[in-house]
């Protein structure tokens, strides 16, 4: 199974900062990695896949780097509404996701 | 535009098999490289990954799990079923069914969930 590894855990960044996010695969998943966004009592919502495309919708701000086992997400100047969860998710023979990251207001 | 909204029992005893519905519109699971999948998220922790079932009735079940589930769909319904048996309480958790295509590889129209609580 690949072991999907998110950090920090927590990420507390003040408004119109920028946030990082990084994900480790255990093994190369090439470019077959998506990133979500979950809000408190919501479904995750799909921003990122094959590592640098954004879902239709997504604000530009959002921006996803990346292949292989070293995987970004950044948020370049967060707004009140991107303050949630954010999971990382591979494909390879099947689908993982990471436990996390939690950005919170400073 | 593509919805999809999970139903069944909010509360399951010990032992028991859990029955959840996924019902979608938008999209047809007749279409070549459609598929849709069951993840599931306990109070306060990560995703899970399930099961998925493709348009051609391929199915994929998660290692860990795989002993107890079953996915199958109603083409003419618009709906996939997924079973889980021998329920217990750490299988308490907001259960979720998203559409995908098979050369994807991230699930990208997601239902709202249902909370299934496993007690006695």
């Known amino acids: 199974e690949i072991v999907m590894t998110q950090s920090p855990a927590t990420l507390s960044v003040s408004p119109g900062e920028r946030a990082t996010l990084s994900c480790r695969a255990s093994q190369s998943v090439s470019s077959n990695l998506a990133w979500y966004q979950q809000k408190p009592g919501q479904a995750p919502r799909l921003l990122i896949y094959g590592a640098s495309t954004r879902a239709t919708g997504i604000p530009a701000r959002f921006s996803g780097s990346g292949s292989g086992t070293e995987f970004t997400l950044t948020i370049s100047s967060l707004q009140s509404e991107d303050f949630a969860v954010y999971y990382c998710q591979q494909y390879n023979n099947w689908p993982t996701f990471g436990q996390g990251t939690k950005v919170e207001i400073k | 535009q593509i919805t999809l909204k999970e139903s069944g029992p909010t509360l399951v005893k010990p032992t028991q098999t859990l029955t959840l519905t996924c019902t979608f519109s938008?999209?047809?699971?007749?279409?070549?490289?459609?598929?849709v999948g069951w993840i599931r998220q306990p109070p306060g922790k990560a995703l899970e990954w399930l099961a998925l079932i493709y348009w051609n009735d391929d199915k994929r079940y998660s290692p860990s799990l795989k002993s107890r589930l079953t996915i199958t769909k109603d083409t003419s319904k618009n709906q996939v079923v997924l079973t889980m048996t021998n329920m217990d309480p750490v299988d308490t958790a907001t259960y979720y069914c998203?559409?995908?295509?098979?050369?994807?590889?991230?699930?990208?129209?997601w239902g709202q969930g249902t909370l299934v609580t496993v007690s006695s």
């Open positions: 938008g999209f047809s699971l007749s279409t070549s490289g459609v598929g």
């Open positions: 998203a559409h995908k295509v098979v050369v994807a590889a991230h699930f990208d129209y």
